[in-house]
């Protein structure tokens, strides 16, 4: 079985400084993946990054990090220099060598960038 | 550039009536997914398929079947919709990778159930 969990229902931010969205998982796998997916107020779910179990370094996408401790299952999204556009739900979300493909999501973290 | 396509957008509908959603992809993806998100609690898996002609039960499956007849399409249908289905509903492909890759996501599709 699979879980992600992500405590902050709502997070603020001031416009040019770095945040960090929380979140943690749980899986029986050894191989997994994570992935971090953005959805603004229009609705669609917009891709970020991804990482993957074995990956030794954090993976990086421009203005976004994610911060991978294995030992501690998680896997927090940094963005740095936050832009008004940033405002949007974030989503963290997980799939497994042995889940048949599926990806399973946390609640998300709603994510305000204040001017 | 189409990508992962839902029809309808929106839908309203009384309690009791059926309805399909079409997901359709034109990436050739072998893995097609139907979500639903309801206010805090993220996306909930419904159905899914690896494959044309094979389907396999998410999360939240009662009250939903799902047909994969042909490998671009995966259909959604509610037989006798209740208001706990008001939702977005997601369809969303990828390649064969069971833990790298990310899902493509269609726009979505409100459902509203009186």
């Known amino acids: 079985a699979q879980k992600i969990t992500q405590t902050q229902p709502g997070m603020f931010v001031q416009e040019k400084e770095a945040v960090t969205l929380d979140c943690t998982y749980d899986t029986s796998d050894q191989s997994y993946g994570l992935f971090w997916y953005k959805q603004p107020s229009s609705g669609e779910m917009i891709f970020l990054i991804y990482?993957?179990?074995?990956?030794?370094q954090n993976a990086t996408e421009g203005r976004y990090s994610l911060n991978f401790q294995k030992a501690r299952k998680s896997a927090n999204l940094v963005i740095s220099a936050s832009q008004l556009g940033d405002s949007a739900m974030y989503f963290c979300a997980m799939r497994g060598l042995n889940q048949g493909g599926k990806l399973i999501f946390g609640q998300g973290t709603e994510l305000s960038v204040k001017p | 550039n189409a990508g992962v396509t839902q029809t309808p957008k929106f839908r309203v509908l009384k309690t009791g009536q059926s309805m399909t959603l079409l997901c359709a992809q034109d990436?050739?993806?072998?893995?097609m997914y139907w979500y639903r998100q309801d206010p805090g609690m993220g996306l909930r898996l419904i159905h899914y398929s690896v494959g044309e002609g094979t389907t396999a039960k998410g999360e939240v499956p009662d009250g939903y079947n799902v047909s994969r007849l042909k490998k671009q399409n995966f259909l959604l249908g509610l037989e006798s919709a209740a208001p706990s289905q008001t939702s977005v509903y997601f369809c969303?492909?990828?390649?064969?990778?069971?833990?790298?890759?990310?899902?493509?996501f269609g726009e979505g599709s409100r459902l509203t159930v009186l």
């Open positions: 990436m050739n993806h072998e893995y």
């Open positions: 969303a492909s990828s390649y064969p990778k069971l833990y790298t890759g990310e899902l493509f």
């Open positions: 990482q993957g179990s074995y990956d030794e």
